[in-house]
Each structure stands twice: as C-alpha cells, then as structure tokens.
C-alpha cells in the first residue's frame, strides 16, 4: 500500500516537475526567439512597448502579461535620462504599498538620482503597485515580474497545492495519507508553505534575471545593489557608494560585496558617518543594501546546486552557507558603519498584527534630523580590519521540498 502511494506521488512530483521545466523552456525560447528576429531590444524603448498587466480577473491572461512585460522589458522615463546608467538599484516588492512609496520618495530626495537605474522586481502583482512606480519621473526605471508568483498559482506548485501535505504532519502519517511531497519534509519535520518559499524563489530568480536577461544592464560593469521594499535610503546613498567603490579599488580588491546599510541605531551616526570597516560576511549583519559584482554573481551561480537545496527559507543564510562551504574563500565585505539604509518596515513574513506604516514615516523624519549635519563626508576611513573566517549556522528549515529544489536550479540554466 505504502509503496504504491510512495510510486504515485513520485509520479505526480515529476509530472510537476515537468510542467515547470517546460514553462522555463518557453520563457527561454521566447528569450531567444525574440533576439533572432529584433537583434536587441531598443534599451530607450518608445512608450508602446510598455505591456499594461491584464488585472481583468482571469488568471491565463495576467500571466501572460506577465510573460510579455519581462519579454518587452519596456524602461520608463528612458528618453528624458539617455545614456548608460552609473548605478542599477534592484528593489524585490511585495505588497506593502505604503512602504514602497516612503522608499521612493527617498530615492527622489537622493542627488543624483537621475544617473540610477530602477528595476522593481515584483512578486505581486496589483493596480495600485504599478500605478505608484510607474509614476516615478525622476530617473529610469524598469519592472520585472516573477513569474512563479504565488498569486499565478493559487492551487498548484508553486503555489499551495490542495493535495499538498499539512505543514505539522508527522511523515508516517502523510506517506499514509499520500499527499504530495510526504517524502520530503524539511530538517524539522515540517512541510512547506509556498508563501514561506516564495521569497529565496523570487530572490535566486531575479539575481539571474538581472544579470542574464535584463538588456538595460548589457555594458553595465558596476555592483548592483539589492534592496526592499521597507528600505529607504539617505541623501547621499550616491555619493557614499561611488566613495566605497574608489575605496575598494585602492584598498580592498578581495572585498566581494558592499554592504552600504547595517540595523544599528542612527544615534551614533555623526560619529561613524565615514567610517568603514572589512570583516566576513554574516547574513544577519550585512544583508541590507548588499550590492553584488557581476563577478561575484557568476561565482554565486556555480553554487545553485548548494543553494537551491539547502534547507533554509532565507535567501541570506542560504548565502551564509556558500561562504566557505561551496566557494571555498569566505566572502569579505567592505562595510559602511554609518548606514546609508533605514529599515521601515515592522512587518516580517509571519507578522501580520500592529503593522503600522505611519510608524515608519514618523522613524524617518526622526532619522533624517539626527543625520543631516553628517551626510556627504568628503573621504572615508578604515577603522577596523578583521580577516573572514566560515561560521557555521544552524539552517532554519522551510525548504525540504525537492519541488523548490528543482525549480530555483532551473532559473541559473541557459535551457
């Protein structure tokens, strides 16, 4: 009975399997299909290009305006701002609007915002998130759209699936009931939980996309920096990163990422406003306002396999895992001790209750006056120097799913 159960739910986990490989075989030969025939999309695209997502209420066609926008990869505002951009910001949305717009509203205030290119990646798709980042005037922006959104796939992988197992089932019992993935729960027994995975999906999947297929950045040689929603940046965010470049040029050619914001109170910011510091990089430290070479992104994407199956729902532990485990050299970050990134956001991926975005409005302007007299330091300072070592954290579970596993290798492979 068990074995018989055990043999068709492997029969249906490939046939999934299947269906997804076969949906990223199809966004790969439009990809190339579209080349052959256009040669390369025009990156000062004309406003017919941009592709409006069909909110009409069926699923079938929000998709494929999905499909088509990330295919179309229409750049707003390109005509007013020509030329190649001096700095990509990558921002993955979900849907907290009201912190989106304190974020832009920051990226307006920052000087030379016109030299930026902004790719908003979204995992949800919503009238009223398109209408607010398609209002921005001030720089370039370009949206892209994960296609594996759960919203895309309410009642399949990836998706929660109704024959999927109950998260807390013990495994004898769901190989009993012969729920999909009894197999495979994760390290703590648990069975997964699509809005839990969709995050370290949607992660994986836009630092590929970014890299390999977004035309804008054809040429582009500098980092990119990767933040959220809840993020909102400094005045001179700009002015600090070029800084931090010339720095590592001059000081620290081994250092592999940036790390332009940390999570330590703004009190002591007119004292650490130009100071830098070199260390290894901890996930829980360095993860806001990471900003990645293309270098480094391809080092990365020789690990998929180690990220795509190690057990934890965290894009950034998952990363802490690669650092002296699959890339042998424990990665090195050069630090900004002052942050140039506020946090806003209270409300995590499991917090639902006393989520107030006025809250966040209110941190700002408090933020804002305690840092105003120490913006635009002339030069920075190394104050401290500390060599990388591998730390080794316990995984938190969340990604036991060989489904998940399967998908996040798929977005690293040129099918």
Same mark, same amino acid.
């Given at each position: 009975?068990?074995?018989?159960l $055990?043999?068709?739910n492997? !029969? #249906?986990? +490939?046939?999934? =399997?299947?269906?997804?490989?076969? *949906?990223?075989? &199809?966004?790969?030969?439009?990809?190339?299909?579209?080349?052959?025939?256009?040669?390369?999309?025009?990156?000062? $695209?004309?406003?017919?290009? !941009? #592709?409006? +997502?069909?909110? =009409?209420g069926?699923?079938?066609? *929000?998709?494929k &305006?999905?499909?088509?926008?990330?295919?179309?990869?229409?750049v707003?505002?390109?005509?007013?701002?020509?030329?190649?951009?001096?700095?990509? !910001?990558v921002?993955?949305?979900?849907?907290?609007?009201e912190y989106?717009?304190?974020?832009?509203?920051?990226?307006?205030?920052?000087?030379?915002?016109?030299?930026?290119?902004i790719?908003?990646?979204?995992?949800?798709?919503?009238?009223e998130?398109n209408?607010?980042?398609?209002?921005?005037?001030?720089?370039?922006?370009?949206?892209?759209?994960?296609?594996?959104?759960?919203?895309?796939?309410?009642k399949?992988?990836?998706?929660?699936?109704?024959?999927?197992?109950?998260?807390d089932?013990?495994?004898?019992?769901a190989?009993?009931?012969?729920?999909?993935?009894?197999?495979?729960?994760?390290?703590?027994?648990?069975?997964?939980?699509?809005?839990?995975?969709?995050?370290?999906?949607?992660?994986?999947?836009?630092?590929h996309?970014?890299?390999?297929?977004?035309?804008?950045?054809?040429?582009?040689?500098?980092?990119?920096?990767f933040?959220?929603?809840?993020?909102?940046?400094l005045?001179?965010?700009?002015?600090?990163y070029?800084?931090?470049?010339e720095?590592?040029e001059?000081?620290?050619?081994?250092?592999?990422f940036?790390?332009?914001?940390?999570?330590?109170?703004?009190?002591?910011?007119?004292?650490?406003?130009?100071?830098?510091?070199?260390?290894?990089?901890?996930?829980?430290?360095?993860?806001?306002?990471?900003a990645?070479?293309?270098e480094m992104?391809?080092?990365?994407?020789?690990?998929?396999?180690?990220?795509?199956?190690?057990?934890?729902?965290?894009?950034?532990?998952?990363?802490?895992?690669?650092?002296?485990?699959?890339?042998?050299?424990?990665?090195?970050?050069?630090?900004?001790?002052?942050?140039?990134?506020?946090?806003?956001?209270?409300?995590?991926?499991?917090?639902k209750?006393n989520?107030?975005?006025?809250?966040?409005?209110q941190?700002?302007?408090?933020?804002?006056?305690?840092v105003?007299?120490?913006?635009?330091?002339?030069?920075?300072?190394?104050?401290?120097?500390?060599?990388?070592?591998?730390?080794k954290?316990?995984?938190?579970?969340?990604?036991?799913?060989?489904?998940?596993?399967?998908?996040?290798?798929?977005?690293?492979?040129?099918l």
């Amino acid at each position: 009975m068990r074995f018989r159960l $055990a043999k068709k739910n492997l !029969l #249906v986990l +490939l046939g999934i =399997s299947f269906v997804v490989w076969t *949906l990223l075989v &199809s966004t790969s030969v439009l990809s190339v299909s579209e080349n052959s025939t256009s040669n390369q999309i025009d990156k000062g $695209a004309h406003s017919s290009d !941009l #592709v409006k +997502l069909d909110f =009409s209420g069926s699923l079938s066609k *929000l998709t494929k &305006s999905v499909y088509r926008s990330n295919f179309k990869q229409h750049v707003l505002n390109a005509e007013r701002f020509p030329g190649e951009p001096q700095l990509v !910001l990558v921002v993955q949305v979900h849907n907290r609007p009201e912190y989106l717009q304190l974020l832009i509203y920051s990226l307006e205030k920052a000087a030379e915002v016109h030299r930026f290119l902004i790719i908003f990646s979204h995992d949800y798709f919503s009238e009223e998130i398109n209408t607010i980042v398609q209002g921005i005037t001030f720089c370039k922006v370009l949206q892209i759209y994960f296609p594996f959104s759960t919203q895309l796939y309410p009642k399949e992988f990836p998706g929660q699936d109704s024959r999927d197992c109950p998260r807390d089932i013990a495994k004898d019992e769901a190989i009993e009931l012969g729920c999909l993935n009894a197999e495979h729960p994760d390290s703590y027994g648990h069975y997964r939980e699509a809005d839990v995975t969709q995050t370290k999906h949607h992660w994986w999947w836009k630092l590929h996309f970014v890299w390999e297929r977004v035309q804008a950045m054809q040429g582009y040689s500098g980092f990119v920096v990767f933040l959220e929603e809840e993020n909102y940046i400094l005045p001179d965010f700009f002015q600090f990163y070029k800084s931090m470049i010339e720095f590592r040029e001059n000081n620290c050619l081994d250092c592999d990422f940036l790390s332009l914001g940390n999570h330590n109170d703004f009190k002591d910011f007119p004292t650490l406003s130009n100071k830098l510091l070199t260390t290894g990089w901890m996930s829980v430290k360095h993860s806001l306002g990471i900003a990645i070479s293309r270098e480094m992104y391809y080092k990365m994407m020789g690990c998929s396999n180690d990220f795509c199956t190690y057990d934890d729902y965290n894009w950034h532990w998952t990363l802490q895992h690669l650092s002296g485990n699959c890339i042998s050299k424990p990665f090195k970050v050069l630090v900004a001790q002052g942050s140039r990134i506020l946090h806003t956001g209270e409300c995590g991926l499991r917090q639902k209750q006393n989520c107030r975005p006025e809250w966040a409005s209110q941190r700002v302007e408090e933020v804002l006056k305690m840092v105003k007299d120490s913006l635009f330091p002339p030069s920075l300072v190394l104050t401290s120097s500390e060599e990388p070592r591998s730390k080794k954290l316990r995984n938190n579970g969340g990604w036991g799913d060989v489904r998940d596993h399967r998908l996040c290798n798929n977005y690293a492979k040129r099918l």
